[in-house]
């Protein structure tokens, strides 16, 4: 059975920075080897946003629009399927709950690609 599952997060003040992690666990091996993992976010009223993508595959990067090179998504060494989000210079627009997703189909930051989701993970910057 397929799993995702966010670590990390937590409240920061305007201008620090957090790490996010995210595991995929019970993909086969076929399929392991050229996933996409992204990170979104969503906030209360606003649409789920693409913030962050991996692709396994041909191990490009995708980012969202405004991040100004703030985001940085990466594969962790030593472990399989398994990435991070590192975030700096945090604004308090930046406070979102922050969602891992997996794709065996392609890769980018349309959600629609995207077909396993985790519970998400509560990040909060203040002034």
């Known amino acids: 059975q397929v799993q995702v599952r966010e670590s990390g997060g937590g409240s920061v003040q305007a201008g620090g920075s957090l790490r996010l992690s995210c595991s995929a666990s019970?993909?086969?091996?076929?399929?392991?080897?050229?996933?996409?993992m992204g990170w979104f976010r969503q906030s209360p009223g606003k649409e789920r946003e693409g913030v962050a993508a991996?692709?396994?595959?041909?191990?490009?990067?995708?980012y969202g629009d405004g991040l100004n090179g703030r985001f940085t998504i990466a594969p962790e060494a030593g472990a399989q399927n398994r990435i991070s989000l590192e975030m700096n210079n945090l604004e308090p627009e930046d406070s979102a709950v922050y969602i891992c997703?997996?794709?065996?189909?392609?890769?980018?930051?349309?959600?629609?690609?995207?077909?396993?989701w985790g519970q998400g993970t509560q990040v909060t910057v203040s002034r």
């Open positions: 019970g993909y086969a091996a076929r399929y392991a080897r050229f996933l996409c």
């Open positions: 991996f692709s396994y595959d041909t191990q490009l990067t995708f």
């Open positions: 997703a997996t794709s065996r189909g392609g890769c980018g930051l349309e959600p629609g690609i995207f077909d396993k």
